[in-house]
């Protein structure tokens, strides 16, 4: 049997881009010891891999960190290490351990390349990532795959084996949305009662509407929990039983698997681009990633769209852009999202 490891300490949004990819990781060295370093945000998915050794660890690793894993190394005959998330100290390992065979993601950027091309003629195999070039390309979720073009079978990880239950039961025909600050008041810059009148306004496309923010954030949950009925998902309990629109629940601090289903049992998904819309995808689910730009530059344009180009799945991903006026936000959304 051999020891494989998976370097993946990155954003949940992130881990679902990657999913494919784990996905032939694992069916490759299905035989294998797995070991699969996660990071302490994204460890909360971890319920979705099976059979593999799970390690929790910084997304920016500390110097204990690094040292446990160098000596992990040290002690151990590692047959195979897979990078998916390009940290330096990961190409210094396959520099210094040269019988591993290392899968690394390249970084091609006007700052120069991650990791440098020194390091670069020591992985077994690279793909790279070209943030330096507006031209056609490929999506992060199929540049990946090609770490592993030998293999053509794919084991998929699908929600139907997982046993996972509700610990609130959800409304039925219901869209879920997300709250993000950083969208929707630090680029928009709408407070949070004009983003209520936005979260009202998209209660009017569906017979439920449910939603989450940021968890652990008490201002946020507060003006949120003092409007709708709310659940806790921290105490498992509903702590607000009415609300201004009862159609209308707030789920407070959901995350990791509850979140999952939530996203999963939703007829849509209405949510900043990033965790919550890549996790939809994966899951098959009907969803419109929201954005904004704010342009100082033609240069911020230019990044901006090789930004969406890398990040956006290959197909079928649906996105809007909103405008800081609320009004025509909302009549975008209206021509966008029906029932």
């Keep these: 049997m051999k020891n494989v490891i998976i370097f993946k300490n990155d954003r949940i949004g992130d881990l679902f881009v990657s999913i ?4 032939k990781i694992l069916h490759k060295h299905n035989l294998d010891r797995i070991y699969f370093y996660f990071s302490h945000q994204n460890s909360k998915f971890s319920f979705l891999f099976s059979k593999i050794n799970k390690i929790t660890i910084s997304m920016k690793l500390n110097i204990i960190e690094r040292m446990r894993i160098f000596l992990f190394f040290l002690n151990n005959k590692i047959d195979s290490v897979y990078i998916l998330k390009p940290k330096l100290f990961y190409f210094i390992l396959a520099f210094i ?8 993601i390249v970084i091609k950027n006007n700052k120069g390349n991650r990791p440098p091309s020194f390091f670069q003629k020591y992985l077994y195999k690279k793909v790279f990532i070209d943030r330096t070039k507006l031209g056609k390309r490929k999506s992060s979720y199929d540049i990946q795959l090609s770490l592993l073009d030998d293999i053509k079978e794919n084991t998929k990880i699908t929600s139907s084996n997982l046993n996972l239950s509700n610990v609130f039961l959800l409304p039925d025909n219901y869209f879920f949305f997300h709250y993000k600050d950083n969208l929707f008041n630090k680029l928009l810059r709408w407070d949070l009662e004009k983003t209520n009148n936005f979260i009202i306004e998209l209660s009017k496309l569906s017979e439920n509407l449910v939603f989450s923010s940021e968890i652990f954030n008490s201002k946020i949950n507060n ?3 003092n409007k709708y009925i709310t659940f806790d998902y921290v105490s498992k309990k509903i702590i607000k039983k009415n609300g201004i629109r009862p159609n209308i629940i707030f789920l407070k601090d959901i995350d990791g698997d509850q979140l999952f289903l939530a ?8 949510a900043p681009e990033g965790m919550a819309s890549h996790m939809a995808y994966f899951l098959k ?8 730009f704010n342009f100082n530059k033609k240069q911020d344009i230019i990044d901006q769209l090789i930004s969406c180009k890398e990040w956006f799945p290959p197909e079928n991903f649906n996105f809007i852009v909103l ?10 959304i209206k021509l966008r999202i029906k029932k």
């Excluded at 351990?97 to 690394?104: S, V």
């Excluded at 996203?263 to 209405?270: F, G, L, T």
């Design 223 to 225: 003006f949120f929990l």
């Design 20 to 23: 494919k990819t784990i996905e």
């Design 285 to 292: 689910k009907k969803q419109y990633a929201l954005m904004h």
């Design 263 to 270: 996203i999963k049992n939703a007829k849509k998904v209405i």
């Design 97 to 104: 351990f040269r019988n591993t065979k290392f899968y690394g």
């Design 323 to 332: 405008k800081k006026n609320l009004n025509t936000s909302i009549q975008k």
